[in-house]
């Protein structure tokens, strides 16, 4: 892989992580106003951290120290990609954690790429994944 592919397929990972943890951090800020849990917006925000920011960190030209920046509240934020795993990923965590026993498993589920995960994937339209996929 020449240099200028390399750089191009690391901007576009960088875009995608900035890309979930935004749309993940505006899920958990609505729900936090919420006087019920949606189900269903805590799962798509797991999804969104399994393959907008899980998948592509585990990329190995991904390094935890990359700088992306991402829209939080309507302002560009600059944070590194382990700040961005802890706005969104660790986030979700601990909410679930203060949820109910089943839809906190089912978020763990979700995150860990178990059956739910591929439940909700299959659901989920080509052109939104491209949203936040890597592919």
Not at 67 to 91: D, F, K, P
Not at 100 to 129: C, M, N
Request: proline share 2%; charged share 25%; hydrophobic share 40%.
């Amino acid at each position: 892989m020449n240099l200028f592919t390399k750089l191009k397929a690391n901007i576009t990972a960088i875009q995608k992580i900035a890309n979930a943890v935004s749309n993940v951090q505006q899920i958990l800020d609505r729900q936090a106003y919420e006087s019920h849990p949606r189900t269903e917006e805590y799962l798509i925000a797991a999804w969104i951290c399994r393959v907008g920011i899980l998948d592509i960190i585990d990329s190995p030209n991904i390094s935890t120290t990359h700088t992306l920046w991402a829209n939080i509240n309507g302002r560009n934020t600059r944070m590194t990609v382990v700040e961005a795993y802890a706005r969104s990923v660790g986030r979700l965590c601990i909410k679930a954690d203060s949820l109910d026993s089943e839809l906190k498993d089912a978020i763990f589920d979700v995150l860990e790429k178990g059956d739910l995960f591929y439940e909700i994937d299959s659901q989920i339209p080509e052109q939104k994944k491209r949203l936040f996929q890597l592919k």
